[in-house]
């Protein structure tokens, strides 16, 4: 199971509107008292927190994961709402105008 971004702020003990220098000031405070050789777990659960809200690559790709892409139906729903009118120079090109 997969933490949201507010999971991983409060693993961090930081609040959500943090800066990157909090980030990365609370990251290596909690690094000091949970070392990977004593507490191998912990330090595993802080070390993904502050990976995943100092990339942004990172970050994305795991809200990419979380979220569901929409159905094929809601998409044709969308379609069929919205009106597509085409600019008369691409139905030229299609060869539909005159």
Do not use: W
Request: net charge negative; charged share 20%; proline share 7%.
């Amino acid at each position: 199971m997969s933490k949201n971004v507010a999971d991983h702020y409060k693993t961090l003990g930081l609040p959500e509107t943090a800066s990157a220098e909090e980030l990365r000031s609370a990251y290596l405070a909690l690094v000091r008292l949970h070392p990977p050789d004593v507490d191998a777990d912990k330090f595993r659960e802080i070390h993904a927190a502050y990976q995943m809200l100092n990339d942004p690559l990172i970050q994305a790709a795991a809200l990419m994961k979380m979220t569901e892409p929409p159905s094929l139906e809601a998409i044709v729903a969308e379609a069929q709402q919205s009106i597509c009118i085409l600019p008369k120079l691409t139905l030229l090109a299609l060869g539909d105008a005159e």
